[in-house]
């Protein structure tokens, strides 16, 4: 009887042991993301240009088609970004070529700087 206790544990625990790596295997734990999106910490981004598609200044957004951002891992796209302070869209239109800064705080975007591209 001593031995099928130990057997029948063994053949119990080995399944569930076997279940248990293909789900930890599939979950990414967003490895591939430079950012920080902990938000224990905003990370600024190098400036980075792109045109502006659209300017909410009443939501505080902006829509800006830029291109590769290398530092978070981001490919060239068209994205709504928030921004930190109301003042920075008053510098700019849709259709401005621009050179910006942003970080991620929390999980999302948000603009830290821009300048219209002469």
């Given at each position: 009887?001593?031995?099928?206790?130990?057997?029948?544990?063994?053949?119990?625990?080995?399944?569930?042991?076997l279940?248990a790596?293909?789900a930890?295997?599939?979950?990414?734990h967003?490895h591939?993301?430079?950012?920080?999106?902990?938000?224990h910490?905003?990370?600024p981004?190098?400036?980075?240009e792109g045109?502006?598609?659209?300017v909410d200044?009443?939501?505080?957004?902006?829509t800006l088609?830029?291109?590769?951002?290398?530092?978070?891992?981001m490919?060239a796209?068209?994205?709504?970004f928030?921004?930190?302070e109301?003042?920075?869209?008053?510098?700019?239109k849709a259709?401005?070529?621009?050179?910006?800064t942003?970080?991620n705080?929390?999980?999302?975007?948000?603009?830290?700087a821009?300048?219209p591209?002469?």
């Amino acid at each position: 009887m001593r031995l099928e206790v130990p057997a029948l544990l063994a053949a119990a625990l080995v399944p569930a042991a076997l279940l248990a790596f293909p789900a930890h295997a599939q979950h990414s734990h967003m490895h591939g993301m430079h950012g920080n999106a902990s938000g224990h910490e905003a990370m600024p981004v190098r400036a980075t240009e792109g045109v502006v598609q659209k300017v909410d200044r009443e939501a505080g957004k902006i829509t800006l088609r830029h291109g590769e951002i290398p530092s978070m891992g981001m490919p060239a796209m068209t994205m709504v970004f928030k921004v930190k302070e109301p003042v920075l869209l008053e510098k700019v239109k849709a259709g401005d070529s621009v050179r910006f800064t942003a970080m991620n705080d929390a999980g999302a975007m948000v603009l830290t700087a821009i300048d219209p591209v002469n």
